[in-house]
Structure formats: structure tokens, C-alpha cells
DNA sequence: ATCCCTCGAGTTCA
DNA sequence: CTCGAGGGAT
């Protein structure tokens, strides 16, 4: 360093291309190569001198600067800018198996040959496209939906890693794709200084990236420090490129950093070693991957595989199993539901999670919350229970918000304002008003819905008007609607109105059973309706039935037996129930006549698992339970039967655990056919 | 009293 | 899907 100052320019704009020149190539060193001659504080000097050499003579400022990273004023928004060749998105496998039938199928495609293939590390970060004209990045766009995305071009030129100019034989044009990232450090850096602020804590970094991507202003982008690496040039067909592998080499020349990480496989045995082994070593990383990419290297095989629409066929993500997510609380709400239960909600910055993106969560109850001490503000760590449903773990004590405060237990119903009360036995906090709106709606909604009233359009937008106009108050009601107080609901239309009173009409049709359940009365649900409409036939008999003749039913015990007589004891109960008998509604059961058939599978259960092709779960119910067999929604020694369908999940270990016959669908239609 | 099987209730996301 | 708890068998 010292010896080359001896000769360096005198005149100041020689000075300053001189510094360019000297800050450019430090930058490389240090991005790409990562073998940095000079440590950070000589690398600040150079670039302090061109700054002050440059407010002397504003004259010298070129645009490809490396002060002006920072780009002057403010945007007003974002444009969006088509993708000339479009950033197609890759196929995920989540296991060694699908990586496998992966590599089969690009076997296949190659007629046999055995292919090289890349591994790459997947930084959990944004995808990002550069394109550099005459060597000069001239537009930085996101994925978007991969044929259109945002120009955020002023906020990537804040990011140190990225070239504003392209070195060696670069080509007249070029566009280059790579991601966008954070280190975990530069978040805990960022976290630091927000907790001394007093904001709310960022949950983590590819959230925070992507923020920062959209941030208007490219001053603050320009503070939250963000890597990047480059790993595909955006080409056609008739690319120049060999493999691979010696893109990635070309982009180093050209300036643009790539990872160190990857590395090249002479086959899917050592593809799934590399997974293996990054399976224990992510830990150490200082910055998220979810997985690997892997890529065929060679030009010649990929053009001979293509792509479909959305994806490449020459390249697959191996994704590790997210198991937990980080995200950020930003929010607790409470919920009432169809019985007043008032349950709190975790609304969370939305976060993807085991293939979905998850946004809220049940917190379940206030003592549960309570226990958890989770508060608004605070960095939760979420995971999946069995794959499905979001649960919030804990809190993240060190990322805590200095004046987060406890949850407050509500003292009044959030949605009327009601009396709450604590329910006796359980831990519940219910809404003691039963004309509360929320309540009222999600009655509404289970009478309404499938397995009960199966009241087709009668969805919630609809009832929350319903509701909200005091047109209707309880199930009795949606019999009185006129056509016209139907057409007049925003959002429907003639047709639709027609359509929706025609299925309210329909449903006056429904068993005594659908009827009793969609009632809602405590403890009794689907099951427990049939029971009680096949044993008494009719609403006024089941009415007046006495309490001790119910618990002689099997499977009727006091709980719900007294459960049942509370609710047909009770004077507004008895007057809907007479309203709804003066609409015309059937209250019968259609007990099941020898002209259905022999009844197959009498004294046989069912259970049902996964996605099936000709029936909905409903309907293979149905099915089951008129040839005469019981469907059930849980495994056990007592199951006859699993009918199992796509993507089957516990259910069917245990269903082999305990030896249980497994069927698949094709199967259960020859038993069930053959009547 | 205790176990096991089910049901009901509350739940999320595409 | 999971939990808690009702119902029945032991």
C-alpha cells in the first residue's frame, strides 16, 4: 500500500478515479475473494477522502461512485418491472427418498447419463436480479411472481457486496441472479439498537431483508447492512456458458461474490452426503439456510431436460424440516366463540413454516398465556403440531422488548361488552350474554354449516350482515327472510339471492339428526345426534323425553343427558324450536328402510384418512354409515377398517401399528360396490 | 377406581 | 390435529 502512494496522482480528479479504483478492487478483495489486504479502518479512509475530494468538486461525481450507494431523495413508491427472462421458482423435496426419485427422473430424462450435479447452500433471504449494461448495474428487481417484480435498484446499490461496476471481460449486457441476505449478527446488531429505542424487536433476517428491500427511503436501507450472493446469470437457450460450475466462476471474475460453499458432485450418493453433512454444520453458520439447491452442471444436460412452466427440471431445494420458526408477536386478540368461550390469539408477523406461512396461532386460554408469558412485542419461536396446526413455544427472553407489558385478562366480552365469567370447573372465560353478536354469528354459522344445516351461500360474510342489521337473531329467523331483504345485502346480486333462499328452503328438508346437531347444544355434536334422533324419531318425543329415560341410551351418560334436558327445558329454546316448526322444517329422522340395501358392513368401523379421489370426507361418511357401518375419527384396536388415501398421515403408522386393515380407496369401492 | 375408546370443541391454511 | 373429558367396560 505504502509503496503505491508514492506515485499516485496529484491532480484531483486522477486523485479521485485513482480512489475509485483502489475502493472498488478493496471491495472485491474483500466480497469476493474474501482475502481482504486492508483492514476496515484504512478501507473507511480511502473512502472518507473521496467523499470530501468529491465535495470540493461535485463536478467529479460520477453515478457508478462508490459514495453514491446512497442515492438522494426518498422514492415514492416502487415500479414494477418485467422480468425479460423470468425467474422461475424450484421445486422442493423434503426428504432423501424425493431427492432420489429426483435424480431418477433427471436420469430418465438423459436417457441414462449419469449428470454432475451443484450443490448450493439456500440462504433463507430475497431473490434478487441485477442487470448490468456496459458493466454498470443499471436495475435491481425482487421475484415478484417471477415474470413481474419491484425495482428496488437505490436500495441494493446499499448493499457493500453488490458491483456498481463490473470488472474484467464482461459482456455488453448481462443480467445475474443471486439473494439477497442478512447475517445473524447484523440482526442482533439492528435488535440492540432498537431495544435501546424502544421499537419493536425484528424477528428475523429474511423478514428483516426483505423489509429493508421495500424500505422508500435508501438512507435507512443503507443501515441495515445486507450480503449478497450471485449463483445463475439469466440467459437463454443458446447460452455460452458450459456448465455450471464455470458460470459461478465467471461471475467472480466479473466482480460478483458467490459462495464459497458450493460444490460439485459426481453423483446423488454424494449430493445426499453434502445434505448430511450441512445438516449439522448450518448451526455455525452466521447467516439462515432452509437447505440446499441442487443443480445439474453441465449445458448440455439441462437443455436436453427443460423446464416446465414454474420450474426447471434441472434443478431441485432440498429443504431441512423447519421444525421451529422465529417470528415477531405483534398483536393479541380475543376471540368469542359459538359458546361465549373468549380464547386469545397470537397475530403474528406472518412467517413461512413447514410449507406454509403462518400469521396466528391459538394461545388456547388466559391461563395458558399466562403461563407462557408471552406479550405483545416479544420474538416467539412457533412450531407445527403434527405438520398442521401453528403453536406458539415460548417467548425469546433476550430479544424481549424493554416495556412489554403482561397481557391484560379481559374483564369485559371484547365483541358486546358483556359480563364475563370464569367457567366453573374448566379454565375457560365465557361471554355470559347469549345475544352477543360474536356468539350469535358463530351459532349461526355451525347451523348453517355442512355437517349440520348444509345451508349452501350462507357464509360469514353473509351472516355478519345478517347479523349486524338485526335481521336475524338466532337459526329461527334465516326461515323468515324475504327475497328482497336477501337482494339488498351488499355484494349480492339477484341471482345469488335467488340461490340462497332456494337453499335455505331446501334445508327445511333435513333429518331430525342434522337438525340436532346443528342446534349446538353442549356435548352434543354429530355423533350424539344421530344417537338421539334414530332412538326417539321425532323433535316432540326427544322433547319431552325425561332425563333418566335419556342416560338409559347407550352411550348417553348424565352429562349429556342432563345437558340435552337443560336445553329443551329452557323457554327460548322451546319457543325457536316451535318457530321452526311453523316455517315448515321436517324434525323427523329418516330411520333407514330395508328398500337401502343390505347393510355390508354392519358392526364394522371406519376411519378415514388423507385426500381421496371420488369422495369428500362427507361423503364416503355418508356412504359407510348407510351400508350400515360406523365411521369414527380415530385409530384404535376397535377400528376395522383405515381407508386410506393421499397423502395419509398418522393415522395410517398407527393404523399399521395395530394391525388394522388398511384399504385403499379402490378397495373400499369393490367392498362397498359389490352390493 | 381405572383404562380405553370416542366424541366435542377449538383450531390453521391453501 | 390435538386436547380434555364423557361414557362404558372392567
Known amino acids: 500500500m505504502g509503496g503505491k502512494r508514492a506515485h499516485v496522482p496529484s491532480k484531483a480528479s486522477e486523485r479521485a478515479a485513482w480512489l475509485r479504483g483502489e475502493i472498488d478492487r478493496h471491495n472485491r478483495l474483500y466480497y469476493v475473494e474474501a482475502e481482504p489486504e486492508i483492514d476496515d479502518p484504512a478501507f473507511d479512509a480511502l473512502l472518507k477522502e473521496l467523499e470530501s475530494l468529491e465535495a470540493e468538486h461535485p463536478d467529479l461525481i460520477t453515478p457508478d461512485s462508490p459514495t453514491q450507494r446512497v442515492g438522494g431523495e426518498p422514492l415514492a413508491g416502487f415500479q414494477t418491472v418485467a422480468h425479460d427472462i423470468p425467474m422461475l421458482s424450484i421445486d422442493n423435496t423434503y426428504n432423501p427418498q424425493e431427492l432420489r426419485a429426483f435424480d431418477e427422473r433427471v436420469r430418465r430424462g438423459l436417457g441414462g447419463d449419469q449428470p454432475n450435479y451443484v450443490t448450493e447452500l439456500k440462504i433463507d433471504g430475497v431473490a434478487i436480479s441485477l442487470r448490468y449494461e456496459n458493466g454498470r448495474l443499471v436495475r435491481a428487481a425482487t421475484r415478484g411472481d417471477g415474470e413481474r417484480g419491484d425495482d428496488v435498484t437505490a436500495n441494493i446499490k446499499t448493499v457493500r457486496a453488490v458491483p456498481l461496476r463490473l470488472e474484467g471481460n464482461f459482456p455488453e449486457s448481462l443480467e445475474v441472479r443471486g439473494e439477497v441476505y442478512m447475517r445473524r449478527k447484523e440482526l442482533a446488531r439492528l435488535n440492540a439498537l432498537r431495544e435501546a429505542a424502544g421499537e419493536p424487536m425484528l424477528a428475523n433476517p429474511r423478514n428483516t431483508t426483505a423489509g429493508a428491500l421495500k ?3 435508501p438512507k435507512i436501507a443503507a443501515q441495515r447492512k445486507m450480503d449478497i450472493v450471485f449463483y445463475d446469470v439469466a440467459a437463454r437457450e443458446n447460452d455460452v456458458f458450459v456448465s455450471h460450475w464455470e458460470t459461478l466462476a465467471l461471475l467472480r471474475m466479473f466482480g460478483l461474490p458467490t459462495s ?3 460444490k460439485r458432485c459426481k453423483d446423488i450418493d454424494a449430493v ?3 445434505i448430511e453433512d450441512w445438516d449439522k454444520k448450518r448451526e455455525t453458520l452466521d447467516f439462515e439456510i432452509d437447505g440446499l439447491v441442487i443443480k445439474v452442471d ?7 431436460l427443460g423446464a416446465t412452466s414454474k420450474s426447471p427440471r434441472w434443478a431441485i431445494a432440498y429443504k431441512y424440516p423447519a421444525q421451529v420458526a422465529r417470528t415477531v408477536l405483534k398483536n393479541i386478540s380475543v376471540q368469542v366463540g359459538k359458546t361465549g368461550t373468549l380464547t386469545p390469539v397470537a397475530e403474528m408477523e406472518p412467517v413461512p413454516l413447514a410449507g406454509t406461512v403462518v400469521k396466528r396461532s391459538t394461545l388456547h386460554n388466559f391461563e395458558e398465556l399466562a403461563r407462557k408469558d408471552v406479550r405483545v412485542g416479544d420474538t416467539v419461536e412457533i412450531q407445527k403440531a403434527g405438520e398442521i396446526i401453528p403453536q406458539v413455544l415460548r417467548f425469546i427472553p433476550e430479544l424481549r422488548p424493554a416495556g412489554a407489558r403482561p397481557f391484560k385478562i379481559p374483564s369485559k366480552c371484547p365483541e358486546c361488552g358483556g359480563e364475563v365469567h370464569k367457567d366453573p370447573e374448566g379454565v ?10 360474536a356468539q350469535v354469528k358463530e351459532r349461526l354459522r355451525h347451523f348453517a354449516s355442512r355437517s349440520a344445516m348444509d345451508i349452501e351461500g350462507m357464509g360469514p360474510a353473509v351472516l355478519d350482515q345478517l347479523v349486524e342489521t338485526g335481521l336475524v337473531r338466532g337459526p329461527a329467523d334465516l326461515y323468515g327472510l324475504t ?3 336477501l337482494e339488498n345485502l351488499e355484494r349480492m346480486g339477484k341471482k345469488s339471492a335467488q340461490n340462497l333462499g332456494a337453499a335455505i328452503e331446501a334445508s327445511k328438508e333435513r333429518p331430525l339428526s342434522r337438525l340436532l346437531n346443528g342446534l ?3 356435548h352434543v355434536g354429530g355423533h350424539t345426534s344421530d344417537v338421539l334422533a334414530s332412538h326417539y324419531g321425532s323433535m316432540e318425543t326427544l322433547m319431552e323425553a325425561p332425563s333418566g329415560e335419556l342416560t338409559a341410551i347407550h352411550e348417553i351418560g348424565d352429562v349429556v343427558a342432563a345437558s340435552v334436558h337443560d336445553f329443551f327445558e329452557t323457554h327460548e329454546n322451546r319457543a325457536m324450536i316451535a318457530r321452526l316448526r311453523e316455517h315448515g322444517l321436517t324434525m323427523v329422522d329418516t330411520p333407514p328402510s330395508s328398500a337401502d340395501g343390505p347393510r355390508l358392513f354392519e358392526g364394522k368401523s371406519f376411519v378415514v384418512t388423507g385426500t381421496l379421489q371420488h369422495y369428500s370426507r362427507d361423503s364416503i361418511h355418508d356412504r359407510i354409515k348407510t351400508l350400515g357401518g360406523r365411521a369414527s375419527s380415530s385409530v384404535s384396536a376397535a377400528t376395522d377398517y383405515l381407508v386410506a388415501g393421499e397423502k ?16 385403499t380407496e379402490d378397495e373400499f369401492d369393490a367392498m362397498a360396490g359389490s352390493a
Not at 298 to 304: C, I, S
Not at 648 to 663: F, Q, Y
Request: net charge positive; with cysteine.
Open 648 to 663: 395419509a398421515g398418522t393415522k395410517l403408522n398407527k393404523a399399521r401399528e395395530l394391525g388394522v386393515n388398511v384399504l
Open 428 to 437: 375457560y372465560l365465557r361471554c355470559l350474554n347469549l345475544s352477543c353478536p
Open 483 to 485: 327475497q328482497s331483504q
Open 215 to 217: 424500505l422508500l427511503d
Open 272 to 274: 445426499l452426503q453434502v
Open 298 to 304: 453441465a449445458a448440455t444436460h439441462r437443455r436436453r
Open 520 to 522: 349446538g347444544i353442549r
Open 260 to 262: 464459497k460453499e458450493s
